[in-house]
């Protein structure tokens, strides 16, 4: 597996690498502030380029997952549809 | 004296106080210690005029941001996804914490550490943790994002905001000053400055007005800076000089500037303004001739840079450029960087080291003038005698072929020029 990288500002730090070990390529993510990976294969990616700017904005609000239920606290992983 | 009848509901006695401080020849020395004059000098000047806020260069790929200021506010300079640039307001819209802590980065959009509200590099709130609490997402159409200072304009990637909503074009606000900006870039091959050399920020104690006096201050140089001239056997003393042809020029808007080209035109060297052979140089001058042709380029080389205090807060000093920013009536900050010319590698390295040695943490310029701020600031406050004199060559004041005051080198008519400018828009 390559780590290509860490991409970081003041408000998020993501390890980025390509992950070989399936019989194809995908691109790991990991939020290094609380170690969840998320996995991207090339048809997700190319997705998200392709992505209206909408989509990009609606991912952004913490409601829309990490931060979407205050009975529960922060989510650990990724969450199951609302 | 006359005496007019006024409406009592529209007596304006601190207007009334500074008009009788701030005169064609001479200023109290309360104008710079009084709270109240100063609480007025935000209202007035800070926050109703256009203000240097930062450069293009500084944000050169899209969603770069840079924390500036306009006076004593915290501001955001952002280049969004499409290139435009924003300056917002450094405060979170839920409970007014900073959103902002790194001096730089690259986010397309901002989340408060408080209670994680996000926003975009526009401005626009994206979202919050926990939206139940405000009924769900639809909340987020009714609640405010971050301030956005209302105008926002550049010059040659100079970027001034203001936060009054109507007045002036920037371009009008400049006047005669845009053209220093202009032959400042005229000194890049590729016609452009690029701020990137890093900042160094120094404190002092002591007004604001007192740096932007200094700043075209002719008459100091010899003897607050003798001894680094002296040291490094510079010829920039004998500039400020009574027999020097240089003059201080009022370009009008309370922007001032000392005019050296007249003596680096006498030199008639290339590059003699910066004290740099051409030998030393020659990547620079081989690009300046390839862009402008020979002769345009000496012109342009000889001339040299401007030295140039565009109020109220930059200040262009040939090779630094200063940013005043006020924290209080009694403590100002400048911030400091080298300039750098686009397409000049040879000269920028140059120009680095002769600025961290001017104005770097322990540059010799730089620090002779903060002990005076300082000192000055301290004896203001002292009762007698009340008033700072302003006449130095009031005498032999001229107006130039463009309808400038102008006095020589060592002559304070940019200090009345500024004063004047101040005046007007104070009461
Ligand atoms: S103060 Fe910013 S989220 Fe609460
Ligand atoms: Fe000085």
Redesign the interface.
């Known amino acids: 597996m390559d780590e290509l990288g860490v991409v970081a ?4 730090t993501v390890s980025v690498s390509v992950d070989d070990r399936g019989n194809g390529t995908r691109l790991r993510l990991e939020d290094l502030r609380t170690g969840t990976v998320r996995h991207l294969d090339a048809l997700e990616l190319e997705s998200i380029v392709w992505a209206p ?1 909408s989509w ?2 609606a991912l ?5 997952h ?5 009975e529960r606290g ?1 989510a650990r992983e990724s969450l199951d549809e609302p | 004296m006359t005496t007019v009848d006024v409406d009592p509901a529209r007596t304006d006695p601190l207007a009334d106080r500074i008009r009788s401080l701030v005169l064609p020849d001479r200023v109290h020395g309360s104008i710079y210690t009084d709270p109240d004059v100063y609480a007025r000098e935000l209202e007035r000047i800070w926050y109703a005029t256009w203000v240097y806020v930062g450069h293009a260069s500084e944000v050169p790929e899209p969603n770069d941001y840079v924390r500036k200021t306009i006076g004593p506010q915290q501001v955001v300079m952002t280049r969004d996804k499409t290139g435009a640039i924003h300056v917002l307001h450094n405060r979170c819209s839920h409970r007014g914490n900073l959103v902002c802590d790194a001096d730089r980065g690259n986010a397309g959009s901002f989340r408060c550490p408080y209670h994680g509200w996000t926003f975009a590099n526009t401005g626009d709130l994206l979202g919050f943790p926990f939206n139940q609490g405000y009924g769900g997402s639809r909340a987020r159409a009714e609640l405010p994002g971050l301030g956005v200072v209302p105008r926002v304009e550049s010059y040659r990637g100079f970027v001034f905001a203001s936060l009054a909503v109507d007045g002036p074009t920037l371009r009008e606000h400049l006047g005669a000053a845009a053209e220093r900006l202009d032959r400042l870039c005229r000194l890049s091959p590729e016609g452009e400055v690029e701020l990137t050399a890093g900042w160094v920020k120094h404190e002092v104690t002591a007004n604001w007005k007192m740096l932007v006096e200094n700043e075209t201050d002719g008459y100091h140089p010899q003897f607050v800076h003798s001894s680094i001239f002296s040291i490094s056997g510079s010829g920039i003393g004998a500039l400020y000089s009574d027999k020097s042809t240089a003059v201080t020029r009022a370009l009008g808007g309370g922007h001032t500037e000392n005019d050296l080209s007249p003596e680096f035109r006498r030199l008639g060297v290339p590059m003699g303004w910066a004290g740099t052979p051409e030998a030393k140089i020659p990547d620079y001058v081989a690009a300046m001739r390839a862009t402008y042709g020979s002769e345009t380029a000496d012109e342009i080389m000889i001339n040299g840079s401007p030295h140039v205090m565009i109020f109220p807060n930059l200040f262009v000093a040939e090779i630094q450029l200063f940013q005043i920013q006020p924290l209080a009536v009694d403590r100002t900050v400048q911030h400091v960087t080298a300039i750098q010319f686009a397409g000049a590698p040879d000269l920028n390295r140059r120009l680095v080291t002769q600025c961290v040695g001017s104005v770097g943490p322990a540059g010799m310029l730089l620090a002779d003038d903060a002990e005076m701020y300082e000192r000055n600031q301290r004896g203001v406050a002292q009762r007698q005698p009340e008033w700072l004199d302003l006449t130095r060559g009031l005498h032999r004041e001229r107006v130039d072929d463009d309808g400038h005051t102008i006095g020589t080198a060592t002559d304070e008519t940019s200090m009345r020029a500024m004063w004047r400018h101040y005046r007007e828009l104070m009461t």
Not at chain 1, 9 to 12: D, I, T
Not at chain 1, 60 to 64: E, H, V
Not at chain 1, 66 to 70: G, P, T
Request: charged content about 40%; proline content about 11%; aromatic content about 12%.
């Open positions: 500002n003041e408000f998020a700017e990009m904005r952004l609000d913490p409601s829309a990490r931060w979407r239920d205050a922060p």
